[in-house]
């Protein structure tokens, strides 16, 4: 292992041991990273020494900044971190916000000052902030002030968190604006120091931390970006996943910078928001979920897109009927792809003149994929099993028992079901676990049943993923209620309130069902399989006790 430049040594103390992590490969040629690497060197410092810092960016509603603008900004937060809230290498910092130019250039300052990154969606509630902050010992967090509501109720719980600052209203503009902050040498880091950590919802409804390095910024540009996606420093970027998200962060920020392009960061990324800023901002590159898709097209009548030329798609499976439709309408084969946050990104995904309407792809060059039984064994062509893939990302759970469900012989086992046909091409079936996919967004269905248990109202509960024409899937519970609670709609109301209020909204149940009792084993367990049955039914069956 190469020597760390941490000071702190949480996460590496915190890394699985070598044995249960991972084989890494590093096969590709464009792999073979050196010893010493900092990401934010090299993907806006490099660019800025090559001559390039006069070229656009960052695009917003808000503000443009060029390569060298971003650059100073970056050196300005870095300072602040650093000589005003006593950022040592190695701390990890809390990021809140939506996606703007600030949370890019907050996000570089810390990889550039050697800290740990810790980026949250800013629909979060004050539960699941806390959460993220205790496991991953934050000491030190920037926020949007016009987030600070949630964060403020947040900070009663965690006293690991020593220093906060607010941007938006002053507080971290005024100590950007010192003199002799406009320079900063950045950290010295290894190129397997830990730079972020990204919590995504598990099964079990508790988020598990993911760790990356420096290099896994790079080799996910290495790979997916330049084999691929293929852009160049002419296009623009432009899609709807928060860069909280690792697809949003890579395919927004990281990829369009390895490559010298420009990227146009949107608050609000409904499908009208974002059609009017691909025809304003004459975008070529679109990142966002079949949902969006979906519902673009619907909308594209009188308007000009023919700027793109370049959509990928991930975060749920990309429906053959919207592929078909989407290629009719604009000519453009959508790029289909599967990534986790435990991989960073995109590890299954065809270019275009390779791709097959319908499938997920081949693996990206620099992965490898097979299909498994429950024994690990190499499945047969067309035969469904799980979905096994390595590479020179991997799965790196902070301090969880869980990353010996998700490692298995040195392979990333990934929760979904695929098959795999005789050409390689590898073919979406279905989750293999509890997780629902509604409209890109990861939802844990035992986290929003917790939620509901702790009403007053609910006696039992179980939350499932129900077919949707329009999401792919939205959130269903099944309710058993209490004594003298009515099970009608100002109950339904109320506790689709409630959850909304407990954890961040896209999680609630936008359909619920009361029962007089859920389907269960001989022992007790609640059999969601049953309740996946009866949700996927096209009018409601009652369920057997």
Not at 60 to 68: D, G, I, K, R, V
Not at 251 to 276: H, I, N, Q, Y
Not at 358 to 379: H, S
Not at 503 to 523: C, G, H, N
């Amino acid at each position: 292992m190469i020597a760390s430049a941490h000071i702190d040594t949480f996460t590496r103390e915190n890394l699985p041991p070598a044995g249960l992590q991972p084989e890494f490969v590093f096969d590709l040629p464009g792999l073979k990273y050196p010893d010493r690497l900092n990401a934010c060197v090299e993907l806006l410092d490099k660019v800025v020494e090559r001559g390039s810092g006069g070229r656009p960016c960052i695009v917003t509603p808000a503000e443009t900044l060029s390569y060298a603008q971003l650059h100073e900004r970056v050196n300005r937060i870095a300072n602040v971190l650093v000589n005003d809230l006593g950022l040592v290498a190695g701390n990890r910092v809390f990021l809140r916000s939506a996606n703007n130019a600030m949370m890019v250039a907050c996000y570089f300052a810390v990889l550039k000052a050697g800290g740990v990154v810790v980026a949250t969606m800013p629909l979060l509630r004050a539960k699941e902030i806390s959460y993220a902050v205790q496991k991953a010992k934050v000491s030190i967090a920037l926020c949007d002030a016009r987030l600070s509501d949630e964060m403020e109720k947040a900070k009663p719980h965690v006293s690991e968190l020593k220093k906060l600052a607010y941007w938006g209203k002053g507080g971290l503009e005024t100590l950007m604006a010192r003199d002799g902050y406009e320079n900063f040498a950045a950290c010295n880091t290894a190129a397997d120091d830990v730079c972020l950590i990204a919590f995504t919802s598990g099964t079990t409804g508790q988020p598990k931390g993911t760790m990356h390095f420096h290099r896994d910024l790079l080799a996910i540009c290495d790979t997916y970006g330049k084999h691929v996606l293929r852009a160049d420093a002419d296009d623009r970027f432009i899609g709807s996943p928060p860069l909280a998200f690792t697809f949003g962060v890579g395919g927004l920020v990281f990829f369009p910078m390895r490559a010298g392009a420009s990227t146009v960061l949107l608050e609000k990324t409904t499908p009208d928001d974002l059609l009017a800023a691909i025809e304003q901002h004459r975008a070529s590159v679109c990142f966002t979920a079949p949902t969006a898709y979906r519902a673009i097209l619907s909308k594209l009548d009188g308007r000009d897109i023919s700027s793109l030329r370049k959509c990928v798609s991930a975060g749920e499976a990309l429906p053959k009927a919207t592929w078909d439709a989407w290629f009719a309408a604009t000519g453009i084969k959508i790029l289909d792809g599967i990534g986790s946050t435990e991989m960073l990104h995109i590890f299954i995904g065809s270019p275009e003149e390779t791709l097959r309407a319908g499938a997920t792809g081949k693996p990206v060059p620099g992965y490898q994929a097979k299909v498994i039984d429950e024994n690990g064994n190499a499945l047969p062509p067309n035969t469904p099993g799980r979905l096994a893939v390595r590479g020179p990302t991997g799965c790196r759970y902070l301090a969880d028992e869980r990353q010996k469900k998700y490692v298995e012989d040195g392979w990333n086992v990934t929760g979904d079901t695929y098959l795999c046909d005789k050409d390689g091409y590898f073919w979406y079936q279905a989750r293999s676990d509890d997780m629902i996919i509604s409209a890109g967004y990861n939802i844990a269905g035992p986290e929003v049943e917790s939620v509901l248990l702790s009403h007053p109202a609910v006696a039992e509960c179980g939350v499932v993923g129900c077919p949707d024409s329009e999401r792919g899937q939205i959130v269903k519970a099944y309710v058993v209620l209490r004594a003298n609670f009515n099970s009608d709609a100002a109950m339904t109301k109320t506790l689709q309130e409630f959850v909304k209020a407990e954890v961040a909204p896209y999680k609630y149940p936008r359909a619920i069902e009361y029962v007089a009792s859920l389907p269960k084993t001989d022992t007790g367990k609640l059999q969601r399989f049953r309740l996946r049955e009866a949700a996927a039914q096209p009018t409601s069956e009652k369920l057997a006790s």
